[in-house]
């Protein structure tokens, strides 16, 4: 079979991007991406990424391609990433051609997000099953589910639309103001329990795990700059809230 090679790289690298903005680590996306052009009898397959780039140049039938591809934001899905997965799999084995390959990639695009009431459910109950474990009552947390609702509703409105520190400072604040607010009107009882159990839902856990799993396996730019943008987070939360703490006189 004749493959448009041109165009076959540039799905293969489409679905490597997507494996990555949707929580892969850079191994598994290098790797994927390295099996899917061997598969179609590449000579050399040299793979570089970085949490916003991909840059990949293959050789077939002694003729050198290269494409690049910017990764630009990150939203973690892994059934989508499962399903990414599973195409590359199938690409492995079956070597569709090119114009297949996109099809099946856009399709897999295409399918609609978590809803988001599962989302909102699943905020809900580990905002409050956390605040109950690490010591908080049960009227903590009903309170931290309560704030969590702020939180759903200003990721699903807001985080596209804003610098993801200036988003963390600002989501972390309303939700430390709200937590405050709330024992200071007798529904809340500790306020730190309260926002322990906020705090869990905006975390960064997976970049911080993704970026100690890419060092560990020789990826060191790469987990560095992960790291990195962890630790921004990290600190864009611990701002808001410190900041919510200040504005209203401090802890309870």
């Known amino acids: 079979m004749e493959y448009d090679y041109d165009a076959l790289l540039e799905s293969i690298v489409l679905i490597g991007r997507t494996m990555l903005e949707n929580g892969a680590e850079v191994s598994r996306v290098e790797d994927s991406?390295?099996?899917?052009?061997?598969s179609y009898g590449a000579q050399s397959v040299d793979v570089f990424t970085i949490?916003?780039?991909?840059?990949?140049?293959?050789?077939f039938d002694g003729k050198?391609?290269?494409?690049?591809k910017r990764?630009?934001?990150?939203?973690?899905?892994f059934h989508q990433l499962d399903e990414l997965n599973a195409l590359s799999r199938y690409i492995c084995k079956h070597h569709p051609s090119s114009k297949e390959v996109e099809e099946r990639r856009t399709s897999i695009m295409n399918e609609p997000p978590y809803p988001t009431l599962y989302t909102l459910m699943g905020s809900v109950m580990g905002a409050g099953a956390?605040?109950?474990?690490f010591g908080g009552t049960l009227r903590d947390a009903l309170c931290a589910m309560l704030v969590s609702l702020i939180i759903v509703f200003m990721q699903h409105f807001l985080k596209k639309k804003m610098n993801y520190i200036v988003f963390y400072v600002f989501c972390s604040l309303c939700s430390g103001v709200a937590s405050i607010l709330l024992c200071k009107i007798g529904l809340g009882v500790n306020m730190d329990k309260i926002m322990i159990?906020?705090?869990?839902?905006?975390?960064p856990g997976i970049a911080m795990t993704?970026?100690?799993r890419d060092m560990l396996l020789g990826d060191t730019m790469s987990g560095?700059?992960?790291l990195c943008e962890a630790l921004l987070m990290a600190i864009s939360i611990a701002l808001g809230f410190g900041i919510s703490i200040i504005l209203l006189g401090g802890i309870l």
Do not use: A, D, P, W
Request: with cysteine.
């Open 224 to 226: 560095i700059l992960r």
């Open 71 to 77: 990764v630009l934001s990150y939203e973690t899905n």
């Open 51 to 59: 949490t916003s780039q991909i840059i990949i140049t293959v050789k």
């Open 130 to 133: 956390f605040s109950v474990f």
């Open 197 to 203: 159990g906020e705090v869990m839902l905006l975390i």
């Open 210 to 212: 993704n970026s100690i």
């Open 33 to 38: 991406i390295g099996r899917m052009c061997k």
């Open 64 to 68: 050198s391609y290269t494409q690049t």
